[in-house]
């Protein structure tokens, strides 16, 4: 099993970007995969889900409106597409199977002017 992420990098606030995880090893469109961070010297935190399918799609209350889950099946790929990037979001992102406990070896996302 393999989940490889891609995307992260330095941005300005208000900046956007778009993290990737490529997943194998796994029946991916039979999983809901997630998107959590953690950012230094505190918990890991959820951040966004979507079902198996891409329809249903939940967000942290700290994300939601600026943040976009979505997947598709075809490719074994989950994305976020993040805006309006704030100084609170700054983390470590991880790409996950949340039935499976599989992690993504994690991207950092760093917001500075």
């Known amino acids: 099993v393999q989940l490889v992420q891609s995307g992260g990098c330095l941005v300005q606030p208000g900046g956007s970007l778009r993290l990737s995880c490529a997943a194998s090893?796994?029946?991916?469109?039979?999983?809901?995969m997630s998107w959590y961070r953690q950012a230094p010297g505190k918990e890991r935190e959820f951040v966004a889900r979507?079902?198996?399918?891409?329809?249903?799609?939940n967000y942290a209350d700290s994300v939601r409106g600026r943040f976009t889950i979505s997947r598709d099946n075809a490719k074994n790929t989950v994305q976020l597409q993040m805006i309006s990037l704030n100084p609170e979001d700054p983390a470590v992102y991880y790409c996950?199977?949340?039935?499976?406990?599989?992690w993504g070896q994690g991207t950092q996302v760093t917001v500075s002017s």
């Open positions: 090893g796994f029946t991916f469109i039979s999983y809901t």
């Open positions: 979507i079902n198996n399918g891409g329809v249903i799609t």
């Open positions: 996950n199977v949340p039935t499976r406990g599989y």
